[in-house]
């Protein structure tokens, strides 16, 4: 059996359901037969040719635009096909049918050319631009990064990446920690040459150069991620604070339900916003308090759950109450579970609402706003925004994966341990260099030189089919 990069591969590439056109994209070594077969005729590189695409008894399925790429001149870097129909999802299902069925056609005639049309796997055509260095890892994550992007910015942001801005940086990253490398290693070579060596060579001075670089590529990549993947935001709160009334006016649309009754809320309710093209995933929960109602309580044992995953936690208060005893008591309670739940690291932002409600006089920490007439959600969003970590888009940004972030943050932990080496009074070279080859491995995994399989596997299955 052959390896499983060496099939050819086919699959529809346009989204399913009706559209004005379709592609059907067959990729693969050696597909002029093919072409031949399927077009009735040899086609010139990279033009388009307007033909009859038909069934095997010579019936036509469709008339429409054929494409052949050579490789590696094309998406993939193999041969490439196109056939670009009309977009219905019959035919389109007719014209893969027939590549597959013209394949085993020609295997069958004993053609050595083309074994094995198969079906695509999710991602797999991009997966084979990786593999055929048409593009590093960072840039096809940026492809689906680029057809996923809910955002103008998100979009545009994978697009530099798609275009390598993001992997340049990495590659200046590595190219300096590779000269680096090549100095300590020189001195390991040379045991004479001694510590004096990489003193001289202001061996510190690069590392810190080096680590200052780092820490700018980090932070915009971390701004990248955050644009991507947002932050989790949970509004909790007692019954009837107006958690429900927040998540409406955030969303400035009517999606939780909200009442007088305390207890409304059951279940929780998501709702994606954006600030400045950052998403923000906001839930609201059903509100804490001690319930005998078997419902309710599975929504406040739901809710604690969604506390417990979040990246932020609005506290929701009710200025019209913060005088009663038994109101503050509740409140407490909850502040001294949430104290107790949440890693220390994750932000509790305390909110009063019902500002149009409230007396002047009444005293509170926190923000205040009125979730009914919309005073004070400018402040909140932008203390969002704060807690989110977002410093207003600088220009170029590309988009980052958390997957990135932390590959950096390990890049970080290597050049720091380096440094310490580097400044002890009897560094370990052996130990130094060790850290900077770790780093080294970290960098390349990001572009994706030296990934495992497995991590392979799990970024290009998230793809859609005949990406
Ligand atoms: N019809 C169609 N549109 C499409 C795609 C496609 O596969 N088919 N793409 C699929 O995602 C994207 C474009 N991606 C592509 C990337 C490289 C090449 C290509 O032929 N590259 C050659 C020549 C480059 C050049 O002339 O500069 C090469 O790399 O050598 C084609 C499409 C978006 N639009
Ligand atoms: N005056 C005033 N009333 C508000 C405001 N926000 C919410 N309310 C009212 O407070 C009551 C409760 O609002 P909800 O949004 O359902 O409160 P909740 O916290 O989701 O309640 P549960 O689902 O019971 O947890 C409703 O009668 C709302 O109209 C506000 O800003 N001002």
């Given at each position: 059996m052959l390896p499983r990069h060496d099939h050819p591969i086919a699959a529809i590439a346009t989204a399913p359901g009706r559209g004005a056109v379709g592609i059907v994209r067959v990729s693969g070594k050696g597909l002029a037969p093919l072409v031949q077969r399927l077009c009735g005729r040899a086609l010139k590189p990279r033009e388009a040719t307007y033909l009859p695409m038909r069934d095997a008894q010579g019936q036509p399925i469709d008339h429409g635009l054929a494409l052949f790429f050579p490789g590696p001149h094309s998406y993939t870097g193999e041969d490439v096909l196109e056939l670009q129909a009309h977009g219905g999802t019959v035919v389109l299902q007719l014209l893969l049918a027939r590549c597959l069925e013209a394949a085993?056609?020609?295997?069958?005639?004993?053609?050595?050319?083309?074994?094995?049309?198969?079906?695509?796997?999710?991602?797999?055509?991009?997966?084979?631009?990786?593999?055929?260095?048409?593009?590093?890892?960072?840039?096809a994550e940026a492809i689906a990064d680029l057809i996923d992007a809910s955002t103008e910015a998100a979009a545009r942001s994978a697009s530099r990446s798609l275009s390598g801005a993001f992997s340049q940086e990495i590659?200046?990253?590595?190219?300096?920690?590779?000269?680096?490398r090549m100095l300590v290693e020189a001195t390991l070579d040379f045991p004479e040459e001694d510590i004096d060596f990489l003193q001289q060579a202001d061996a510190r001075g690069q590392l810190e150069r080096l680590q200052q670089s780092l820490d700018g590529v980090l932070a915009r990549a971390h701004q990248g991620a955050l644009l991507r993947e947002g932050i989790k935001v949970v509004i909790a709160g007692q019954p009837n604070a107006g958690k429900s009334s927040l998540l409406n006016a955030l969303a400035g649309a009517e999606l939780a339900i909200v009442t007088e009754i305390a207890g409304t809320t059951r279940d929780k309710v998501q709702q994606t916003i954006q600030i400045e093209g950052v998403p923000l995933h906001v839930i609201d929960t059903a509100g804490l308090r001690e319930s005998e109602d078997t419902v309710e309580r599975i929504g406040i044992s739901r809710a604690w759950d969604e506390i417990a995953a979040a990246d932020a936690v609005l506290f929701l208060h009710d200025l019209t109450r913060q005088g009663l005893d038994d109101y503050r008591a509740a409140d407490d309670a909850i502040r001294a579970t949430l104290t107790e739940r949440l890693p220390p690291q994750v932000p509790v932002i305390d909110v009063w609402n019902k500002t149009d409600s409230a007396g002047a006089d009444l005293q509170a920490e926190g923000l205040r706003l009125s979730a009914?007439?919309?005073?004070?959600?400018?402040?909140?969003?932008?203390?969002?925004?704060?807690v989110a970590g977002w410093q207003s888009a600088p220009e170029g940004l590309y988009l980052a994966?958390?997957?990135?972030?932390?590959?950096?943050?390990?890049?970080?932990?290597?050049?720091?341990?380096?440094?310490?080496?580097?400044?002890?009074?009897?560094p370990h070279l052996d130990l130094l260099a060790e850290e900077l080859r770790l780093g080294q491995n970290a960098l390349n995994a990001i572009t994706g030189e030296f990934t495992s399989d497995d991590l392979l596997g799990v970024i290009f299955s998230s793809f859609c089919i005949g990406k």
């Open positions: 085993a056609e020609l295997e069958s005639t004993g053609q050595p050319c083309l074994p094995g049309l198969r079906l695509a796997q999710p991602g797999e055509f991009t997966e084979r631009a990786f593999l055929n260095d048409k593009i590093d890892l960072a840039q590659h200046t990253l590595r190219d300096a920690l590779v000269r680096l009914r007439t919309g005073d004070g959600l400018d402040a909140l969003r932008r203390r969002l925004l704060e994966r958390a997957r990135h972030v932390e590959a950096l943050q390990a890049v970080g932990t290597h050049l720091d341990q380096a440094a310490a080496q580097l400044r002890a009074a009897g």
